[in-house]
């Protein structure tokens, strides 16, 4: 069975930096998006940022442009998102998602769609 294992959320001051790691499991496809989504009380799960594996293509929404960085070590199947001068607004419940499907396309785009992740995590908590 997939499995993916959010952990590394917590608090912090705005301006601050947290990395997010995301554990993934039981993932037997050789190409595929690996996401993260972030979801504030009351408001939907939107996308953060993506990347392609195997391959260096990352994608970004443009609110955590040039303060985020996601990375993926395929050998230790792992994945994480770098947080950088975190701010209010950045407070949610992140998950880490992925999807053997579409390629990042959905994020390519600009317009990340959840429905294209099958296997979630059950996400970690972030407040700023």
């Known amino acids: 069975d997939v499995q993916l294992v959010e952990s590394g959320g917590g608090s912090v001051q705005a301006g601050g930096s947290l990395t997010l790691s995301c554990a993934i499991s039981?993932?037997?496809?050789?190409?595929?998006?690996l996401g993260w989504f972030r979801q504030a009380p009351g408001e939907e799960r939107d996308g953060v940022a993506a990347?392609?594996?195997?391959?260096?293509?990352?994608y970004y929404v443009d609110s955590v442009k040039g303060r985020f960085t996601v990375s993926v070590d395929k050998a230790k199947n792992m994945m994480y998102l770098q947080m950088n001068r975190l701010k209010p607004e950045d407070t949610a419940m992140y998950y880490c998602?992925?999807?053997?499907?579409?390629?990042?396309?959905?994020?390519?785009?600009?317009?990340?769609?959840?429905?294209?992740?099958?296997?979630w995590g059950q996400g970690t908590q972030v407040t700023v």
């Open positions: 990347r392609y594996v195997p391959g260096q293509m990352s």
């Open positions: 039981g993932y037997g496809y050789e190409e595929y998006c």
């Open positions: 998602a992925a999807d053997s499907r579409h390629h990042c396309r959905s994020f390519y785009v600009g317009a990340p769609n959840e429905n294209d992740f099958a296997d």
